[in-house]
């Protein structure tokens, strides 16, 4: 059982989730609750990673229905289970036991953190293409169409739209507000490729990185992830670029092209409401 009463602070060791409060705690909250940590986005409910539980250990059999009766609990502004989001920060590598999760339709999700301190030019560059800091009204609403077109499909619903135009108009505030920017590829005036890159102190984390799916295979993503990762050096004085990526995506292969390098590696399990009305 999850020791709920426990009045120590919960230490976070993962780069990748410390680095997740940069976002939490601007558009949201964080609290420390004992051995877990509750993220809240009420501003966007539909934002899964925006509404999540980060306890400190893994799944042990017979956790299901204390988890679920905990997320329920803490996140009230659900009238009904809207989604599930549960992972967690250990020293060790620890995938823990999650079958009766599996059995109860979560997905087991593992993601690997990448970070460097300084970049290399990718094997192919693409010339063609101009990055630019996304500043307009235009070009913002661009940002959301790529973003919805690149989505997941097991992610889609008729609500999806709604919840990407409320996530980049908060990425949109955090870069107003000169936390960092958001950045795209244009060929012409025409988004190709998009990502953010958000900093607090001498760290950035990269944010939603996408290409357009008529120009993938152009080289397009890793001169993004390259030209944006310089801007963020020069211009934010960081000194540690981080990203997340899925391990069996083939993204994490360009962002090593680049000059990234594997730290960590996360784990999480999550449901949520398929094909909603």
Not at 115 to 133: A, G, H, V, Y
Not at 196 to 204: D, H, L, S, T
Not at 206 to 220: M, S
Request: aromatic share 16%.
């Amino acid at each position: 059982m999850t020791d709920l009463k426990s009045s120590k602070r919960m230490k976070i060791h993962s780069l990748g989730r410390r680095t997740d409060f940069i976002f939490a705690r601007f558009l949201g909250s964080v609290e420390y609750k004992g051995n877990h940590v509750l993220v809240k986005t009420p501003s966007n409910p539909d934002y899964h990673w925006g509404n999540y539980i980060i306890f400190n250990r893994a799944p042990k059999v017979g956790d299901l229905t204390e988890w679920k009766a905990l997320f329920n609990k803490e996140f009230s502004y659900y009238s009904e289970p809207h989604h599930y989001v549960f992972t967690w920060d250990t020293e060790k590598d620890d995938k823990g036991e999650f079958q009766e999760f599996l059995e109860q339709g979560f997905e087991f999700d593992p993601a690997i953190v990448l970070t460097t301190q300084t970049l290399r030019e990718p094997p192919f560059i693409n010339k063609d293409i101009s990055i630019k800091k996304i500043e307009s009204e235009l070009e913002w609403n661009k940002v959301i169409k790529l973003q919805v077109l690149c989505a997941d499909e097991k992610f889609l619903n008729n609500k999806y739209e709604v919840f990407k135009r409320n996530q980049i108009n908060q990425y949109r505030r955090m870069s107003e507000a000169g936390m960092g920017n958001w950045f795209g590829a244009f060929l012409g005036n025409k988004l190709v490729g998009d990502l953010g890159i958000f900093y607090e102190n001498e760290i950035a984390r990269f944010q939603n990185v996408e290409t357009h799916p008529d120009f993938r295979k152009r080289g397009i993503c890793g001169t993004l992830v390259y030209g944006a990762g310089n801007i963020a050096f020069n211009e934010f004085e960081v000194e540690t670029l981080v990203m997340e990526a899925d391990p069996e995506y083939h993204a994490a292969r360009i962002y090593e092209s680049v000059g990234f390098n594997q730290t960590e590696i996360n784990y999480a399990l999550s449901w949520w409401q398929k094909n909603r009305d």
